[in-house]
């Protein structure tokens, strides 16, 4: 009751209205979402009465929080005439200077949910640490001018309105400092309590993960992202007994062909490979390509006429048509090509502090004689990219040694495709003088906002979306492989293309299949025939898949499997969005989330599969074996 009776009589009135303004602004910013996604679903009265009222909750968690400062200093200022006067003044400042905190950050939710179609999550996270590249973005791919002029005038109108009534309130008498004090007791138990008691669980009332994006708040989303950013699998997720792991882990190894594990580790996945026959000391050159999804690929069911270049190599290549992503993110690409590992929770190894030791393609290579390298058109400490590869086993090339005369156009991301790729030649060319064969991974980024590229390569004009970018990229591989063809190291070379992830993440389900599914090309005229192979594989395939071509044997940590080898038997895939880890086999996609919770769901349309039914189960036991043993082998790795 002193409580109430504080909130309604003196200083402290002013608390309801700075609640009642940000839930305000708030379930506005929400129902603009909802509004901007044009789902006539989100709008029918249920849905999103259901939205907002869970957004209600979680608005109330964030702004719990936001409120202390201004609790604290209604603490502090003495009930004198002139404390009254400072309680205004103070109160003013911290108005406006939260109301402009506020407003920005809103503004920053909707550029995020332009980018991602979600609420800020472990990517703002991590990019908190890269302002440059992220501010750079920011810039050259939207009209900050005006944006920040428009934010500007809302705030001088809000705080025009809003503080002649705040100086009112904030100028009313205080409680004795004994009931303050006990107001400030009495009202910490709300932050507390919202730490404790909303976390997941309405969250995951709603039925699809864009009607729970939807219902998030930004700030809370981001605290809890943050407090989340490396996540004990043991700890948080299912699991099963090591003996159980092991015989489930030695028994897939087994069943896909893929080597000797007779010295198997306790976690059941090391073997040895040794193939027949002799070494093929053949060049390697791997190109991640930024953010191609199959559909934007003619040759893979996906859209006509943007990558003909693409198109046309599926012609003499063999590819594989669904192979999926392990996440959403390059850094979650550039680990399951790298270290051949299912996309664990929480960060990806290459951003760990300590991401040394484990075994990679680049090392594998190295140690069998090979020049290997990364290659990134950008400055590699960006998502930790030069202490990891180099780690790993590979020389870093980036956008300090590329020189700033032979660059047609770059962004804060890094130098064009085409720029890149002309860099590459010269060192592979450099390389293949010294008779050693060469490995070089190639991560481009022209497919990436703000979407500009050089003038005149294409029939789309520059900044002006994603298509163009996805067909500039298709011409820079085109020069490329043309350029490529010139060169005497040619007829040796094995070109391996595939996307780092697609350009979607948000879908019917928390992991959606078809948001994960990419292209990959195994291009080696006169040495790989071309082909093509339906058969379900992952990311983390790849690198046994081109060891296996060059019969290289080696002591494996691998979780992938060379897929020409176990072929039709043994078809799977992993995918992650952070939180919730995925295993898709048999048409079935089992989700592991925090809480131990799992769900099965079919792979084509999303529905709900009894977790206690035979091939549910069985396929239970196979994600949380894989995935709770490379979490083991990475929390093993990085605690040394």
Not at 10 to 39: C, D, H, K, Q, T
Request: proline fraction near 5%.
């Amino acid at each position: 009751m002193i409580f109430f009776k504080a909130l309604r009589q003196s200083r402290y009135a002013i608390i309801p209205v700075i609640l009642i303004v940000y839930l305000g602004l708030s379930g506005a910013l929400r129902i603009g979402l909802m509004v901007f996604e044009g789902n006539s679903q989100l709008l029918t009265l249920p849905v999103s009465i259901e939205i907002m009222l869970i957004g209600l909750l979680y608005d109330l968690a964030a702004v719990s929080w936001m409120l202390i400062p201004f609790m604290l200093n209604s603490l502090v200022w003495p009930a004198s005439d002139r404390g009254r006067r400072g309680h205004a003044w103070s109160t003013s400042i911290l108005l406006a200077a939260g109301l402009g905190a506020v407003l920005f950050g809103l503004v920053a939710e909707v550029l995020f949910w332009n980018e991602f179609s979600a609420r800020f999550n472990f990517i703002a996270v991590d990019y908190l640490v890269y302002t440059r590249e992220v501010v750079g973005n920011i810039e050259q791919s939207y009209p900050l001018g005006w944006i920040f002029s428009g934010l500007a005038v809302i705030s001088v109108i809000m705080i025009l309105i809003l503080v002649p009534p705040v100086w009112r309130l904030a100028r009313r008498e205080a409680p004795p400092c004994k009931r303050r004090g006990l107001i400030i007791i009495g009202y910490a138990c709300l932050p507390i309590a919202c730490f404790f008691l909303v976390n997941e669980a309405p969250h995951h009332v709603l039925g699809s993960p864009l009607e729970r994006e939807l219902a998030s708040n930004g700030p809370y989303s981001l605290f809890r992202a943050f407090r989340n950013n490396d996540l004990n699998y043991d700890q948080f997720y299912a699991t099963l007994s090591q003996g159980d792991i092991g015989g489930v882990l030695k028994a897939e190894l087994d069943e896909a062909n893929l080597g000797d594990t007779s010295e198997a580790g306790p976690n059941g996945f090391a073997h040895k490979v040794v193939p027949v026959g002799t070494a093929i000391r053949k060049n390697v050159v791997l190109v991640s390509i930024e953010s191609l999804g199959s559909d934007y690929v003619e040759s893979f069911g996906g859209r006509e006429g943007l990558t003909p270049n693409l198109t046309a190599l599926t012609r003499d290549s063999l590819t594989f048509q669904n192979v999926y992503a392990t996440g959403l993110r390059t850094v979650r690409g550039l680990e399951a090509i790298t270290l051949s590992i299912p996309p664990t929770p929480g960060r990806a190894v290459p951003i760990r502090e300590r991401n040394k030791g484990m075994i990679s393609l680049g090392s594998v290579l190295k140690s069998n004689g090979y020049n290997t390298m990364y290659l990134y058109g950008g400055y590699s400490f960006f998502d930790n990219m030069k202490d990891f590869f180099t780690g790993a086993g590979y020389e870093v090339l980036d956008r300090t040694d590329i020189d700033s005369d032979h660059i047609h156009h770059e962004t804060i991301w890094g130098v064009s495709d085409e720029d890149l790729f002309d860099f590459a030649l010269t060192r592979f060319d450099d390389r293949a003088k010294t008779g050693t064969p060469f490995f070089g991974h190639i991560m481009t980024t022209s497919n990436h906002r703000p979407y500009t590229y050089p003038e005149g390569r294409i029939d789309i004009p520059s900044k002006t979306g994603r298509d163009g970018a996805v067909k500039y990229t298709d011409w820079a591989i085109g020069d490329f492989l043309a350029k490529a063809r010139t060169r005497p190291w040619f007829k040796d070379t094995v070109f391996v293309l595939l996307a780092d992830h697609t350009s979607h993440g948000r879908g019917r389900t928390d992991l959606p299949p078809e948001n994960y599914r990419i292209p990959v090309w195994i291009y080696a005229p006169g040495f790989v025939a071309p082909g093509r192979i339906d058969w379900i594989a992952s990311q983390i395939d790849v690198a046994p898949t081109v060891l296996g071509l060059l019969n290289i044997p080696y002591d494996s940590s691998f979780f992938g499997q060379d897929i020409l080898v176990s072929g039709r038997s043994h078809q799977r895939a992993f995918m992650a969005n952070y939180l919730t880890v995925g295993y898709m086999e048999d048409g079935l996609v089992v989700s592991l989330g925090p809480n131990q919770r799992i769900r099965v769901q079919r792979s084509d349309d999303g529905t709900p599969v009894d977790v206690n039914e035979p091939i549910a189960h069985n396929l239970i036991r196979e994600a949380i074996s894989f995935y709770q043993s490379a979490s083991e082998e990475i929390e093993r790795i990085t605690r040394h």
